[in-house]
C-alpha cells in the first residue's frame, strides 16, 4: 500500500475534517486510508490544529473514549466576521434594494453561495453548543442559509411547507399570524419528518414581527420538540417582537431615513 509524505497527509485530513463538519472521525480511518501510525496522524492532526487556530479557521477538537477521534468545528475570527458583516451591510444599503412598502430586497444575496457560505459559517459558530438535533427553516428563500448552518453543525435540516404534499404522507398542519402581512397562514410537517423531544434550530433570511418564529414553536411542541435557538440574516429593529427564545442576527435594519437611505448595521448580539 501507497505510503504517503506528511505534507500529503496533512493535506489529505484538513480536507476530509472541513468536508466533515462536527462529525466525529477516528484515528483509525485516518491511519487505514493513508497508512500511517496513529501517533503519526496523531502528530499531522496537531499540526493542523494549531494552524487553524492561529489563522482563526476553526478549530478540531478531540474526543476521548472508545468511539472518540476528532472533529472539526467551523469558525470565523472576530476581524474577518466583522469584515464580512461591514461588506453586507454595504450591499444593503443600496437604495434600489427598497420595494413599495419599504421592504428589503434580499433575494440576490440569499441566492450567493460566497455569501450564504460565509453567512452560514457565522451562524453555525454561534450555536456549535447548543446540541441541536435539527436546524429548521420555512419554505422560502431562507433555505440556502439554513442548510449551510445544518452543514456545518452537522445536523438534518427540515422544511416547514405551506401546502402539505401527497409524496410526504400524513401531516401536522397549525394556522399562525405572519408577521409581515399580518394574515392568518399555515405551515406542516410531515409526521415523519423528525423524531419526538428534539431540539431544534430556526434559521432565516429575515426577521420582523416573529411571527412565523411562534409557528414554528408552536408546530415543533405538536413534536414534543423544543425551540432552542433563532439565527437570521437581517433583523428589523423597527418592529417589538415577542419570540419563545433568544435570537442572534447578522445585519440590524432600522429602515429608511428622510432621506431616502437604508439604516443597517453589524449586529453585535
Same mark, same amino acid.
Given at each position: ?8 497527509r496533512?493535506?489529505?485530513?484538513t480536507?476530509?475534517?472541513?468536508e ?16 500511517a ?6 502528530e499531522?492532526?496537531?499540526v ?5 487556530e492561529?489563522l ?19 469558525a ?6 466583522k469584515?464580512? $458583516? ?7 444599503? !443600496? ?5 413599495? @412598502?419599504?421592504?428589503?430586497? &434580499?433575494? #440576490? ?7 450564504v ?8 459558530s454561534?450555536f ?6 435539527y ?48 394574515r ?10 423528525l $423524531?419526538s423531544?428534539?431540539?431544534c434550530?430556526?434559521? !432565516?433570511?429575515?426577521l420582523?414581527?416573529? @411571527?412565523?418564529?411562534?409557528? &414554528?414553536? #408552536? ?51
Open positions: 500500500m501507497q505510503k504517503y509524505s506528511r505534507n500529503s496533512i493535506s489529505a485530513i480536507k476530509l475534517l472541513i466533515n463538519p462536527n462529525k466525529i472521525m477516528s484515528l483509525n480511518y485516518f491511519s487505514e486510508i493513508l497508512n501510525a496513529k501517533s503519526t496522524i496523531s499531522d492532526i496537531l493542523i490544529r494549531e494552524v487553524l492561529s482563526e479557521m476553526g478549530r478540531v477538537e478531540t474526543i476521548a473514549g472508545a468511539t472518540g477521534g476528532v472533529r472539526f468545528i467551523a470565523m475570527g472576530e476581524k474577518e466576521e469584515a464580512f $458583516k461591514t461588506g453586507l451591510c454595504e450591499m444593503l444599503r !443600496d437604495r434600489s434594494r427598497i420595494v413599495p @412598502g419599504n421592504f428589503l430586497y &434580499i433575494t #440576490d444575496i440569499m441566492l450567493d453561495p460566497t455569501i457560505h460565509r453567512a452560514g459559517v457565522v451562524l453555525a454561534k456549535a453548543k447548543s446540541k441541536a438535533d436546524v429548521i427553516t420555512v419554505e422560502t428563500k431562507g433555505i440556502p442559509l439554513a442548510y449551510e448552518v445544518a452543514r456545518y453543525l452537522g445536523v438534518p435540516l427540515i422544511v416547514a411547507r405551506k401546502n402539505s404534499k401527497v409524496t410526504e404522507g400524513t401531516s401536522v398542519t397549525i394556522n399562525y399570524v405572519s408577521g409581515t402581512t399580518g392568518l397562514q399555515n405551515m406542516g410537517l410531515a409526521k415523519r419528518t $423524531k423531544s428534539s431540539k434550530l430556526f434559521i !432565516d433570511d429575515f420582523r414581527a416573529g @411571527g412565523t418564529v411562534n409557528g &414554528i414553536a #408552536d408546530l415543533l411542541n405538536e413534536f414534543d420538540s423544543e425551540l432552542i435557538g433563532i439565527g437570521v440574516l437581517v433583523d428589523n429593529k423597527e418592529v417589538t417582537k415577542k419570540l419563545p427564545t433568544p435570537y442572534t442576527s447578522l445585519v440590524d435594519y432600522h429602515g429608511v431615513n428622510a432621506e431616502g437611505e437604508v439604516i443597517v448595521e453589524g449586529s453585535t448580539n
